[in-house]
């Protein structure tokens, strides 16, 4: 049996997607790349068959597509991976992998065909709830703009009415989940205004039926500690790797 890879297109994979997230059950953060037309699509046929799927990206230059970040193969079918990944390298011309290690499929394959694998960046998943308190600190939604995005809910933190930190929900990611994004203003640090700006992101979050995650660069202690402090833990990283092509080798 022979294992084809062609070019495609979103409605084409859109089922397989969507089996890739279910799943997978997990905040994909490359899935707004689908939406806003950032990516090539390669479908994986085994003879007459659709198995599977590979999505290839720019992860510097989005024009680009050098980079695969999806890799989906039904299970009864995954005895093919290799065969799948080496034909998707060879037509989409990618010399990058760039994954999510709780993304089991192709965090394999990065470990197994790419070198200098580097990390970038931490994912959190909710853990446990807290119940921190400042007292005089007001939690509220930030007021209406005339150029607000239907897909980012906007939250403050004041202290006599001053905004003391800014937050907010990106919800352009695979429901059910949404992405936060929080920062304490100058002089207001090291006080616990980040932790309790994430607790109640996490109560606005669970309000409009979605699942709260987070994450933050390698290097950022201080994102890392008040993520933690409000109740994420780590669930993964975002790591990438430079594609040797040795799964070719005979």
């Known amino acids: 049996m022979k294992v084809q890879v062609i070019k495609s297109t979103l409605q084409d994979i859109q089922s397989f997607r969507t089996l890739f ?17 950032w990516s090539d699509e390669w479908l994986f046929l085994l003879d007459d068959t659709a198995i599977g799927y590979g ?16 890799f989906y193969i039904l299970e009864a079918y995954r005895k093919y991976d290799m065969e799948c990944f080496s034909g998707l390298l060879e037509q989409s011309g990618a010399i990058w ?17 790419s070198k200098h694998i580097i990390p970038d960046c931490i994912l959190f998943e909710d853990y446990f709830p807290t119940s921190i308190v400042l007292p005089g600190i007001v ?10 995005r239907e897909d980012v809910l906007e939250y403050i933190l004041t202290q006599n009415d001053v905004v003391v930190a800014t937050g907010g929900l990106m919800l352009n990611y695979n429901e059910p989940f949404a992405d936060l994004y929080m920062e304490v203003m100058d002089g207001y640090r090291n006080q616990g205004l980040g932790a309790l700006m994430v607790q109640e992101l996490k109560r606005a979050c669970y309000g409009i039926g979605r699942v709260l995650a987070a994450r933050c660069n390698i290097d950022n202690k201080v994102s890392k500690a008040t993520l933690l402090h409000a109740g994420m833990r ?7 790797g430079k594609l040797t092509y040795q799964v070719f080798d005979k």
């Open 21 to 37: 997230l279910e799943e997978s059950n997990i905040q994909f953060v490359y899935n707004k790349c689908h939406l806003y037309g």
């Open 234 to 240: 780590i669930c993964g990283f975002i790591v990438k």
């Open 55 to 70: 999505s290839v990206w720019g992860t510097d230059n989005r024009k680009d597509r050098d980079t695969i970040f999806e």
């Open 139 to 148: 939690f509220s939604k930030q007021e209406t703009k005339d150029n607000e």
């Open 97 to 113: 992998i760039e994954c999510q290690t709780n993304d089991k499929l192709l965090s394999s394959m990065l470990f197994q065909c």
